[in-house]
Protein backbone atom coordinates (compact mmCIF):
# COMPACT_ATOMS: atom_id res chain seq x y z
CA UNK A 1 0.00 0.00 0.00
CA UNK A 2 1.63 3.10 -0.93
CA UNK A 3 2.08 6.28 1.50
CA UNK A 4 -0.82 8.48 2.30
CA UNK A 5 2.14 11.37 2.98
CA UNK A 6 5.30 11.66 1.36
CA UNK A 7 7.46 14.66 2.86
CA UNK A 8 10.64 14.76 1.01
CA UNK A 9 13.72 17.76 1.61
CA UNK A 10 10.98 19.44 3.27
CA UNK A 11 12.31 23.17 4.14
CA UNK A 12 11.44 26.68 5.96
CA UNK A 13 13.50 29.35 6.49
CA UNK A 14 12.64 32.52 7.80
CA UNK A 15 14.64 35.17 7.02
CA UNK A 16 16.56 37.33 9.42
CA UNK A 17 16.33 41.41 8.81
CA UNK A 18 18.31 44.02 9.72
CA UNK A 19 18.35 47.96 9.38
CA UNK A 20 15.54 50.59 8.89
CA UNK A 21 15.20 48.88 5.33
CA UNK A 22 14.55 45.12 6.59
CA UNK A 23 17.63 43.78 4.56
CA UNK A 24 17.79 40.14 4.84
CA UNK A 25 20.78 39.37 6.67
CA UNK A 26 20.38 35.60 7.57
CA UNK A 27 18.07 33.20 7.65
CA UNK A 28 16.47 30.51 10.50
CA UNK A 29 16.76 27.17 9.14
CA UNK A 30 13.34 26.35 11.15
CA UNK A 31 12.95 23.18 9.03
CA UNK A 32 16.09 21.29 7.03
CA UNK A 33 15.61 19.07 4.62
CA UNK A 34 13.53 16.74 6.56
CA UNK A 35 11.93 13.35 4.98
CA UNK A 36 9.67 10.58 6.14
CA UNK A 37 6.25 8.96 5.27
CA UNK A 38 3.34 8.30 6.69
CA UNK A 39 1.14 5.20 6.20
CA UNK A 40 -2.69 5.00 6.16
CA UNK A 41 -4.14 4.73 9.50
CA UNK A 42 -0.56 4.76 11.21
CA UNK A 43 0.56 7.71 14.18
CA UNK A 44 3.97 8.87 13.30
CA UNK A 45 4.99 10.38 16.76
CA UNK A 46 7.51 13.87 15.93
CA UNK A 47 9.01 14.81 19.09
CA UNK A 48 12.18 17.39 20.26
CA UNK A 49 12.95 19.98 22.00
CA UNK A 50 10.83 23.58 21.82
CA UNK A 51 11.76 25.19 19.03
CA UNK A 52 13.17 22.49 17.10
CA UNK A 53 10.77 22.84 13.72
CA UNK A 54 8.16 20.11 14.88
CA UNK A 55 4.74 22.79 14.54
CA UNK A 56 7.00 24.32 11.40
CA UNK A 57 6.75 21.03 9.66
CA UNK A 58 3.41 20.15 10.55
CA UNK A 59 2.13 23.61 9.73
CA UNK A 60 4.15 23.19 6.22
CA UNK A 61 2.52 20.05 4.98
CA UNK A 62 -0.97 21.62 5.59
CA UNK A 63 0.64 24.66 3.68
CA UNK A 64 -0.30 27.25 6.47
CA UNK A 65 3.06 28.75 6.00
CA UNK A 66 4.47 28.03 2.58
CA UNK A 67 7.59 25.63 2.84
CA UNK A 68 10.71 27.15 1.02
CA UNK A 69 11.70 24.14 -0.82
CA UNK A 70 11.35 20.02 -0.78
CA UNK A 71 7.63 18.31 -2.00
CA UNK A 72 5.10 16.77 -0.21
CA UNK A 73 3.03 13.77 -1.47
CA UNK A 74 -0.54 13.44 -0.29
CA UNK A 75 -2.56 10.25 -1.31
CA UNK A 76 -0.15 10.55 -4.30
CA UNK A 77 -0.42 13.79 -5.19
CA UNK A 78 2.67 16.67 -5.12
CA UNK A 79 0.26 19.75 -3.04
CA UNK A 80 3.66 21.72 -2.65
CA UNK A 81 3.04 23.46 -6.31
CA UNK A 82 -1.20 23.24 -6.75
CA UNK A 83 -3.09 26.27 -6.24
CA UNK A 84 -5.25 27.50 -3.86
CA UNK A 85 -8.47 26.30 -5.41
CA UNK A 86 -7.21 22.69 -5.70
CA UNK A 87 -5.93 22.85 -2.56
CA UNK A 88 -9.11 24.05 -0.82
CA UNK A 89 -10.47 20.83 -2.58
CA UNK A 90 -7.76 18.92 -0.32
CA UNK A 91 -8.15 20.89 3.18
CA UNK A 92 -11.43 18.47 4.06
CA UNK A 93 -8.87 15.54 3.53
CA UNK A 94 -6.17 17.10 6.09
CA UNK A 95 -6.74 18.88 9.49
CA UNK A 96 -4.74 20.05 11.92
CA UNK A 97 -5.43 20.18 15.96
CA UNK A 98 -4.28 22.82 17.73
CA UNK A 99 -2.36 23.10 21.05
CA UNK A 100 -4.19 25.84 22.40
CA UNK A 101 -7.56 25.01 22.40
CA UNK A 102 -8.40 28.82 24.40
CA UNK A 103 -6.87 30.46 21.46
CA UNK A 104 -7.74 28.05 18.47
CA UNK A 105 -11.39 28.57 19.59
CA UNK A 106 -13.19 31.54 18.51
CA UNK A 107 -14.54 33.13 21.99
CA UNK A 108 -17.33 34.99 20.47
CA UNK A 109 -19.15 31.80 18.71
CA UNK A 110 -21.08 28.78 20.37
CA UNK A 111 -19.80 25.36 19.52
CA UNK A 112 -22.30 24.38 16.86
CA UNK A 113 -20.70 27.32 14.78
CA UNK A 114 -16.91 26.11 16.41
CA UNK A 115 -17.63 22.53 15.21
CA UNK A 116 -20.16 23.34 12.13
CA UNK A 117 -17.95 25.43 10.35
CA UNK A 118 -15.88 23.46 8.44
CA UNK A 119 -19.44 22.16 7.20
CA UNK A 120 -20.42 25.08 6.03
CA UNK A 121 -17.30 26.50 4.61
CA UNK A 122 -17.09 23.55 2.40
CA UNK A 123 -21.08 23.24 1.46
CA UNK A 124 -21.16 19.75 2.78
CA UNK A 125 -24.71 21.14 4.57
CA UNK A 126 -27.27 22.88 2.80
CA UNK A 127 -29.36 23.95 6.21
CA UNK A 128 -29.11 24.54 9.67
CA UNK A 129 -30.92 21.25 10.69
CA UNK A 130 -28.07 19.27 8.74
CA UNK A 131 -25.48 21.02 10.14
CA UNK A 132 -27.17 20.61 13.69
CA UNK A 133 -27.46 16.74 13.21
CA UNK A 134 -23.72 16.21 12.35
CA UNK A 135 -22.56 18.71 15.08
CA UNK A 136 -24.30 16.39 17.20
CA UNK A 137 -23.02 13.23 16.10
CA UNK A 138 -19.13 13.95 16.29
CA UNK A 139 -19.88 15.75 19.71
CA UNK A 140 -20.95 12.49 20.82
CA UNK A 141 -17.83 10.68 19.31
CA UNK A 142 -15.54 12.63 21.58
CA UNK A 143 -18.16 12.21 24.72
CA UNK A 144 -20.06 15.57 24.66
CA UNK A 145 -23.60 15.69 24.77
CA UNK A 146 -25.91 17.98 21.99
CA UNK A 147 -26.81 20.13 25.27
CA UNK A 148 -23.69 22.08 24.62
CA UNK A 149 -24.60 23.52 21.20
CA UNK A 150 -25.22 26.53 21.77
CA UNK A 151 -22.39 27.51 25.07
CA UNK A 152 -19.40 29.50 24.39
CA UNK A 153 -15.79 28.19 25.12
CA UNK A 154 -15.15 30.10 28.77
CA UNK A 155 -18.13 27.94 29.76
CA UNK A 156 -16.01 24.45 29.03
CA UNK A 157 -12.74 23.05 31.14
CA UNK A 158 -9.54 22.49 28.77
CA UNK A 159 -10.38 19.15 28.18
CA UNK A 160 -13.82 20.08 27.15
CA UNK A 161 -12.41 22.33 24.51
CA UNK A 162 -9.69 19.98 22.95
CA UNK A 163 -12.47 17.40 22.65
CA UNK A 164 -14.55 20.68 20.89
CA UNK A 165 -11.50 21.18 19.09
CA UNK A 166 -10.92 17.13 17.88
CA UNK A 167 -14.76 17.10 16.99
CA UNK A 168 -14.11 20.44 14.83
CA UNK A 169 -11.62 18.06 13.10
CA UNK A 170 -13.41 15.15 12.28
CA UNK A 171 -16.76 16.61 10.98
CA UNK A 172 -14.94 16.53 7.20
CA UNK A 173 -14.05 13.13 7.88
CA UNK A 174 -10.16 13.61 7.38
CA UNK A 175 -7.91 10.85 6.42
CA UNK A 176 -4.80 12.84 7.80
CA UNK A 177 -4.88 14.81 11.23
CA UNK A 178 -1.85 16.94 12.55
CA UNK A 179 -1.92 16.57 16.17
CA UNK A 180 0.10 19.51 17.00
CA UNK A 181 0.79 19.48 21.07
CA UNK A 182 -2.74 18.24 21.64
CA UNK A 183 -2.44 17.38 25.46
CA UNK A 184 0.50 19.43 26.58
CA UNK A 185 -1.43 21.86 28.31
CA UNK A 186 -4.02 19.63 30.18
CA UNK A 187 -3.79 17.78 33.25
CA UNK A 188 -1.90 14.21 33.19
CA UNK A 189 -5.78 12.44 33.89
CA UNK A 190 -7.55 14.62 31.03
CA UNK A 191 -4.22 14.07 29.14
CA UNK A 192 -5.01 10.16 29.25
CA UNK A 193 -8.27 10.60 28.28
CA UNK A 194 -7.48 12.46 25.39
CA UNK A 195 -5.25 10.22 24.12
CA UNK A 196 -6.97 7.12 24.34
CA UNK A 197 -9.85 9.02 22.46
CA UNK A 198 -7.89 9.34 19.71
CA UNK A 199 -6.67 6.08 19.39
CA UNK A 200 -10.23 4.67 19.45
CA UNK A 201 -11.30 7.42 16.73
CA UNK A 202 -8.37 6.15 14.80
CA UNK A 203 -9.51 2.20 15.02
CA UNK A 204 -12.96 3.33 14.16
CA UNK A 205 -12.64 6.26 11.41
CA UNK A 206 -8.82 4.98 9.72
CA UNK A 207 -7.73 7.95 10.40
CA UNK A 208 -3.88 8.49 10.20
CA UNK A 209 -1.87 10.93 12.71
CA UNK A 210 1.12 12.91 12.71
CA UNK A 211 1.26 13.59 16.27
CA UNK A 212 3.64 16.09 17.03
CA UNK A 213 4.70 16.43 21.36
CA UNK A 214 7.61 16.65 23.67
CA UNK A 215 6.27 13.63 26.13
CA UNK A 216 7.99 11.27 25.16
CA UNK A 217 5.75 8.53 27.74
CA UNK A 218 2.51 10.03 25.46
CA UNK A 219 4.45 9.45 21.94
CA UNK A 220 5.33 5.84 23.01
CA UNK A 221 1.88 4.76 24.17
CA UNK A 222 0.02 6.25 20.42
CA UNK A 223 2.46 5.72 18.20
CA UNK A 224 4.16 3.11 15.84
CA UNK A 225 6.88 5.19 14.90
CA UNK A 226 8.75 7.86 16.45
CA UNK A 227 10.77 10.81 14.49
CA UNK A 228 13.38 12.65 16.84
CA UNK A 229 13.97 16.26 15.91
CA UNK A 230 16.93 18.64 16.60
CA UNK A 231 17.41 21.86 15.17
CA UNK A 232 15.52 21.48 12.20
CA UNK A 233 16.46 18.39 11.07
CA UNK A 234 15.44 14.52 11.73
CA UNK A 235 17.80 12.74 13.39
CA UNK A 236 16.24 9.69 14.84
CA UNK A 237 13.59 7.68 13.15
CA UNK A 238 12.27 4.11 14.12
CA UNK A 239 9.85 2.21 15.23
CA UNK A 240 8.23 2.99 18.93
CA UNK A 241 9.84 0.10 21.01
CA UNK A 242 12.91 0.17 18.56
CA UNK A 243 13.51 3.56 19.32
CA UNK A 244 12.93 3.39 23.26
CA UNK A 245 14.87 0.23 23.68
CA UNK A 246 17.77 0.69 21.78
CA UNK A 247 18.13 4.76 20.88
CA UNK A 248 21.45 4.97 18.50
CA UNK A 249 21.36 8.78 18.45
CA UNK A 250 22.95 10.76 21.20
CA UNK A 251 20.11 13.25 21.54
CA UNK A 252 17.80 10.49 21.75
CA UNK A 253 19.57 9.08 24.25
CA UNK A 254 19.44 12.36 25.93
CA UNK A 255 15.63 12.87 25.98
CA UNK A 256 15.24 9.37 26.76
CA UNK A 257 17.53 10.29 30.23
CA UNK A 258 14.59 12.74 30.49
CA UNK A 259 11.96 10.63 31.11
CA UNK A 260 11.62 10.54 34.96
CA UNK A 261 11.75 6.61 36.46
CA UNK A 262 10.08 5.38 39.38
CA UNK A 263 13.10 5.75 41.29
CA UNK A 264 14.69 8.86 41.12
CA UNK A 265 18.37 7.16 42.01
CA UNK A 266 18.22 4.98 39.32
CA UNK A 267 18.74 8.44 37.02
CA UNK A 268 22.02 9.02 35.56
CA UNK A 269 23.35 12.05 33.60
CA UNK A 270 25.95 10.69 31.27
CA UNK A 271 24.49 12.99 28.88
CA UNK A 272 24.14 16.93 29.04
CA UNK A 273 23.50 19.60 26.38
CA UNK A 274 25.80 22.10 25.95
CA UNK A 275 23.31 25.36 25.14
CA UNK A 276 26.29 28.16 25.43
CA UNK A 277 27.89 26.34 23.06
CA UNK A 278 25.23 25.92 20.38
CA UNK A 279 24.83 29.43 20.37
CA UNK A 280 28.28 29.84 18.73
CA UNK A 281 28.25 26.22 16.58
CA UNK A 282 28.16 26.93 12.53
CA UNK A 283 25.39 25.48 11.27
CA UNK A 284 26.81 25.35 8.05
CA UNK A 285 29.02 22.39 8.48
CA UNK A 286 29.30 19.60 10.74
CA UNK A 287 26.63 17.76 13.11
CA UNK A 288 24.40 20.33 14.71
CA UNK A 289 24.94 18.38 18.13
CA UNK A 290 28.18 18.49 17.71
CA UNK A 291 28.50 20.65 20.61
CA UNK A 292 26.86 18.99 23.21
CA UNK A 293 27.78 15.52 21.89
CA UNK A 294 30.13 13.13 24.24
CA UNK A 295 31.62 11.17 21.15
CA UNK A 296 32.21 13.80 18.90
CA UNK A 297 35.29 14.10 16.40
CA UNK A 298 36.77 16.09 14.37
CA UNK A 299 34.89 14.69 11.60
CA UNK A 300 31.53 15.66 13.42
CA UNK A 301 32.30 19.17 13.34
CA UNK A 302 33.59 19.23 9.75
CA UNK A 303 31.08 17.27 7.63
CA UNK A 304 27.45 16.91 8.40
CA UNK A 305 26.58 13.12 9.03
CA UNK A 306 23.93 11.81 6.22
CA UNK A 307 20.24 10.18 7.50
CA UNK A 308 21.31 6.44 7.02
CA UNK A 309 19.39 3.59 7.51
CA UNK A 310 21.70 1.36 10.29
CA UNK A 311 18.60 -1.66 10.57
CA UNK A 312 15.34 -2.31 8.93
CA UNK A 313 13.28 0.71 9.44
CA UNK A 314 16.04 2.68 11.77
CA UNK A 315 17.69 5.33 10.33
CA UNK A 316 20.13 7.43 12.32
CA UNK A 317 21.84 10.91 11.27
CA UNK A 318 25.07 10.20 12.79
CA UNK A 319 28.59 9.12 11.80
CA UNK A 320 28.99 5.18 12.20
CA UNK A 321 32.04 5.30 14.77
CA UNK A 322 30.10 6.98 17.22
CA UNK A 323 27.62 4.79 16.75
CA UNK A 324 29.39 1.30 17.92
CA UNK A 325 29.97 3.24 21.18
CA UNK A 326 27.89 0.73 23.60
CA UNK A 327 28.85 2.65 26.55
CA UNK A 328 26.15 5.97 25.84
Do not use: W
Request: hydrophobic content about 40%.
Amino acid sequence: MPPLLEVTNLEKYFPVKTGLLGRIKDYVRAVDRVSFHLNPGETLGLVGESGCGKTTVGRSILRLIEPSGGEIYFAGELITRINFEKLRKLRPKMQIIFQDPFSSLNPRRVVLDLVGEGLSEHKIVTNLSQKKELVVTFLEKVGLTSQMLYRYPHEFSGGQLQRIAIARGLTLNPQLIICDEVVSALDVSVQAQIINLLMELQKELQITYLFIAHDLAVVKHISQRVAVMYQGQIVELAPTNTLFNTPRHPYTQVLMEAILPPNPHMRNHRLLLNKEREKTLDYSKGCRFAASCPCRKDLCQEKEPPLLETAPGHYVRCFSDCLTDTSL
